[in-house]
């Protein structure tokens, strides 16, 4: 069966992108934006500006057509010049009317387009755990061909506000969001060893593509070895060395994601979860499950419901 482990993750997070707003700027201008609560995107769509990012060593120009993605809980400014004193932006933004575009400074040579990433609170941290602080994908990169197209579609589609606008602009975001990622995967110097890593890894996409294909098959090292064309040990070490885990302990943490998810969303037995994912006993699924997560099915279950 073939899978899609990058797929497979997306929807386990139930990630979904919404674009928020925008503005137009002209001349000497520069905004103040609160620390995000939620992955935050953004894009220049027209002209450029200074991006100042707290925490971060020195500001980023941007040209027209890169993307920032800033998923760590930082404050930051956008400024035509960084000696403007930033407004803040809530106060800008609030009150302005809904249906007129926020403009600052004067002129209209600087437009800026911003959404979120909205993520599962629960399987959510997978994502959000390991992506870094700031992304930034320059238009001029290989990899931001698309995001061209997708920004003028995004832009076209909220200024003609045509039937089914609110959905197409949430599909195009969507596209935006998996752009940054792969991007990010081919663009990354040295990512620290996990998941995300693995993913990025073309010598270890078969045997990722195998396990999520069918997670609960009694894959053997030599199988998954083989499908990378490597030796056991070759594959073993260089397995370890991205994803930061054994083979068959990824294979493990990913049965017991689903685990999660299934023990959460329903009603099903512990014993059916267990059968599903490979267990031939409820009491071998429940050892597995404690080792891993630190409860028992049952008590992770009980959790959930207490705290829904």
Known sequence: MSADPFSDILKFTSAESL????FTGGGAWAIRFPAPDKIKFFAVVKGRCWVRIEGEAAPVHFETGDVGLLSAKRSFVLASD??????DAMSLFSRTDRTTPVTV???DDFAHIGGHVLLDPASGRLLADVLPPWIHVPAASPQATAFRW???HLVAERRADLPG???VTAQLAQLLFIQILRAHLKTSGPMP??????LGDPRLAPALRLMHGDPARAWHLDELARACAMSRTMFALHFRTVAGVAPL???TEWRMRLAERALREGA???ATIGQSLGYSSESAFSTAFKRVTGNSPKAYRDTVRVSA
């Open 19 to 22: 674009v928020t707003g925008g």
């Open 268 to 270: 099903t037995p512990v």
């Open 105 to 107: 400074g004067e002129g």
């Open 249 to 251: 302990t990824y294979l």
């Open 82 to 87: 960084l000696d403007v004193a930033p407004v």
């Open 193 to 198: 060893a996990g998941w995300l890593r693995a």
């Open 150 to 152: 997708l920004l003028d």
């Open 165 to 167: 606008t609110q959905l």
